[in-house]
């Protein structure tokens, strides 16, 4: 055995190590965390690009931090080519551990900051545009004026690709439509439910219907969110259920555009109760048939440990609905 000073990349500080056979392995402790960070979202994005987007910063960096990464682990960790990149085995390998590691981290934070009074921390929260049951913006401002140390990070997006966030461990907290074949490590809390409706132009031929049938809509140009959204995925159940197909005209990710396209007669729309309501008296809203699934909002969050910043703020909005 002999001693050896090892320095810290980008520190200027040096250890002293005894040089065992298992001591070559420390050198990996000083893997910057966030190295690992950008890997896990390039991982998920599996594109270099819409990883320095969502990471905010330039993807020359992004890449700098890969190569800097590969070059000490001494591995290559992605395939790349002109469209998209994906994981090699030993990437793969990372990836778990680095989730891991990510999240363990995360977790310190929160102990620390559970201890220090929610002084300090970080929120991250995310919602789909116009649930109707709860004002996410409302509820935020209440915690922020009650906590205003802890940092929030608030996302808006569908409600399928909110409850993957949940799963990843990139948000803390989602509001959004209830699950359907959601990730086992994702729990939902209900929180409100209501009809899902039809709406038309008044002057419709639907409008003249005493009753309406899913087969009577298989031939009418349906307006309708794009894919992710709860409401979307909801209405593509209920059609499935029934054997029937639709035709999807037109695909937004807005609920003012989507009624608006409706009011013009671009097509008819399934959308819950409470959208409808946003044009009454210019849009019809019918019943659909009694087999409808409703639209049920709950609250996502991870089966594991909840993080302290988000057990306060969920704890006065789970007691009004609980009550």
Known sequence: MRLVRSTIPGTGFTCPTVETDSS??????????????????VAEEKHFTRASERLFISQSGLSASIRALEKELDAELFDRNTRRVELTDAGQALLEESRRTLA???AARDAVAAVQGLRRGRLRVGTEQCLGA???????????????????????????????????GRLDVAFVAGPAGAPEDVRFLPLASEPMTLVCRPEHDLTRMRRIDWKSLCDK????????????????RAF?????????????NDVHTLLDLVEHGL?????????????AGKLASLPLPADAPSWDVTIAVSAGATSAAAATFLAPIRQRFDA
């Open 240 to 252: 499935a259920a029934a054997g029937v197909a639709r035709k999807i005209a037109s695909e937004v």
């Open 221 to 236: 140009p349906f307006v309708d969110f794009n894919t992710d959204w709860g409401s979307r995925q909801v209405t593509d």
């Open 134 to 168: 709860v004002d996410v913006p409302r509820e935020l401002a209440h915690f922020h004026a009650q906590h205003p140390g802890v940092e929030l990070l608030v996302q808006q997006a569908g409600s399928a690709r909110l409850v993957e966030e949940v799963h990843t």
């Open 104 to 106: 363990s981290v995360l």
């Open 24 to 41: 070559v392995h420390l050198r990996f402790l000083v893997m910057d965390l966030r190295q690992l960070e950008h890997f896990v979202t």
């Open 267 to 279: 097509g008819i729309a399934v959308v819950p109760e409470h959208i409808a309501r946003k044009k």
